[in-house]
C-alpha cells in the first residue's frame, strides 16, 4: 500500500501462515515431543518461528521500534519496503551481493540443520532401544537440538529481529535443562555406558577436530 509516500511491503499473513506450517511440520516430524516438558519445549521453539514469519512478511515489529529510536538516523529512505527488512544490508550496505551471501550462508544452516535432525531421528528410531553413538552422535549428545539450534541462527542471518534475537539464548537454556533432564533418564538406562559416552562427548557443539 502506499501512504504518504511511503511503499508498505508486509501484511502477507498468507506467508507468514504457510511459513510457520512449513517449519513446524518439519521440526515436529524429527522432534516429537512425547512428555509434557518436551511440549513446553516445542512451544518455545514454534513461538520464535511465530514471532520471525510475523515480523519477515506480517508486521515488522523491529524495524517500527528502531525507526521510533532512531528517526531521521535511520539509514533506509523506505524502512518499510522488503529490502529494508534485512537489517544486515539496512546498517552495513552491500547491496544485492551481499543480499546473495547472506541468504546462502543462512540457508546453508538450515539445511544442515534439518538434515542433522533427521538423520539424529532416522538413527534413533532405528536402534530398537540400543545406545546411539554413531552417525551425528559420534559429534554431540544431541544432535537434533544443535541443528535445530543452527536452524535458528541461519534464519537470525537471514532475518534479524529484536524478539527472535532475545528469544535464542532463552531457547538454548530451555533445551540445555531438557537434556539434562534427558540425560538423567538416558544414565538409568544404559548406566556406566552412557557415563562413559558422556565423558567423551561433548553436549551440543564437536570438538575442534571433528570426531571425539
Known amino acids: 500500500m502506499h501512504g504518504e509516500g511511503i511503499y508498505y511491503a508486509y501484511g502477507f499473513w498468507s506467508l ?63 524502512p518499510f519496503s522488503h529490502a529494508s527488512g534485512h537489517l544486515w544490508l539496512t546498517f552495513l550496505g552491500g547491496g544485492p551481493a551481499m543480499m546473495t551471501i547472506i541468504h546462502l550462508i543462512s540457508n546453508g544452516l538450515v539445511l544442515l540443520g534439518f538434515m542433522i535432525m533427521w538423520k539424529g531421528w532416522k538413527l534413533i528410531h532405528g536402534s530398537k532401544g540400543g545406545l546411539v553413538t554413531e552417525g551425528p552422535y559420534a559429534y554431540v549428545r544431541h544432535p537434533q537440538y544443535s541443528g535445530l539450534f543452527l536452524v ?9 529481529t529484536i524478539i527472535t534475537a532475545l528469544m535464542f539464548p532463552v531457547l538454548i537454556f530451555v533445551y540445555y535443562s531438557l537434556s539434562k533432564r534427558e540425560e538423567s533418564e ?9 557415563k562413559r559416552y558422556m565423558g567423551k562427548m561433548p553436549m551440543f557443539i564437536p570438538k575442534p577436530g571433528g570426531r571425539a
Do not use: D
Not at 514454534?46 to 520471525?52: D, I, R, S
Not at 535458528?152 to 534479524?160: D, F, N, T, V
Open 186 to 194: 538416558m544414565i538409568e538406562l544404559y548406566g556406566e555406558e552412557y
Open 152 to 160: 535458528m541462527i541461519g534464519m537470525l542471518i537471514q532475518w534479524p
Open 16 to 78: 507468514v501462515v504457510i511459513n510457520i506450517a512449513l517449519f513446524a511440520f518439519f521440526i515436529l516430524s524429527f522432534l516429537t515431543p512425547l512428555k509434557k516438558r518436551e511440549w513446553r519445549s516445542m512451544g518455545a521453539t514454534l513461538a520464535f518461528f511465530v514471532a520471525l514469519f510475523t515480523e519477515m512478511y506480517g508486521f515488522p515489529l523491529t524495524i517500527y521500534i528502531l525507526t521510533g529510536m532512531l528517526g531521521s538516523k535511520y539509514p533506509a529512505l523506505n
